[in-house]
């Protein structure tokens, strides 16, 4: 079965501080891999996502997010926290399967608690 | 680019009545959109998958009488909740993809909030 698991529901850091949220993912093929952030009562923001080609990927508001594929992770980074970067994340994967037209699997959610 | 709205943002009702969200895709031309449901603090769950021009898929365990989905032209769905009752409030998004590269984006509408009394 196609899953992700997001370990953590809460990352607590300090601001300034880097940041990683956690992602693992369980896929049948190549897996194609997002990041979305949700602020509270909006919906989903896209952040980054990985497809193909290098595993490190940039993304939006300064994040980025490397693929693993031995460790089948793809785990959020940020060098430098913002308290405005204090909101829920999601990691998701798109399904395969001809049937799923690109349908996503969403993690549980992390959020996220930068403080100054 | 990639805008996707829905209207309205939130709507309060009785229990008993109908309640009609859109959810349009403002500058593409959307093949698929999907209807999700978020609880608080919690992840979002697919309650179904809808073509333009063809019947809705719905993830099992979600009524298709009572959540009836719409998916009349390329920039517009709408999903409606029959007969609400107070458990079916909740956070209701929706988005919109496009086949691009040989996968499917998707873009996300800003959510309507649902309140049943």
């Known amino acids: 079965a196609q899953s992700v698991a997001q370990p953590e529901d809460q990352v607590n850091v300090a601001e300034g501080n880097p940041l990683t949220v956690k992602c693992t993912y369980s896929v049948s093929g190549n897996p194609y891999l997002f990041w979305y952030v949700q602020y509270p009562n909006r919906g989903l923001q896209f952040l980054l996502k990985?497809?193909?080609?290098?595993?490190l990927v940039k993304g939006s508001y300064g994040f980025e997010a490397e693929f693993n594929k031995s460790q089948t992770s793809f785990h959020l980074k940020k060098p430098s926290a913002l308290v405005s970067d204090s909101a829920l994340y999601f990691c998701a994967v798109r399904a395969h399967g001809s049937s799923n037209t690109g349908k996503l699997i969403f993690g549980q959610g992390t959020t996220l608690q930068v403080k100054p | 680019g990639a805008v996707v709205s829905q209207h309205p943002s939130w709507v309060i009702c009785k229990s008993g009545t109908s309640v009609k969200i859109e959810c349009r895709s403002l500058d593409f031309q959307a093949t698929t959109m999907f209807w999700y449901r978020q609880f608080p603090k919690q992840s979002l769950m697919l309650m179904a998958t809808s073509n333009e021009g063809s019947k809705a898929t719905y993830e099992q365990g979600v009524e298709k009488d009572k959540f009836l989905i719409n998916h009349a032209s390329l920039t517009l769905s709408t999903l409606t909740v029959t007969s609400a009752h107070p458990e079916d409030s909740s956070f209701y998004i929706c988005?919109?993809?496009?086949?691009?590269?040989?996968?499917?984006?998707?873009?996300f509408g800003p959510g309507t909030r649902l309140t049943v009394l």
């Open positions: 990985y497809i193909t080609g290098d595993n």
């Open positions: 988005s919109a993809s496009w086949a691009s590269g040989g996968y499917n984006e998707q873009f």
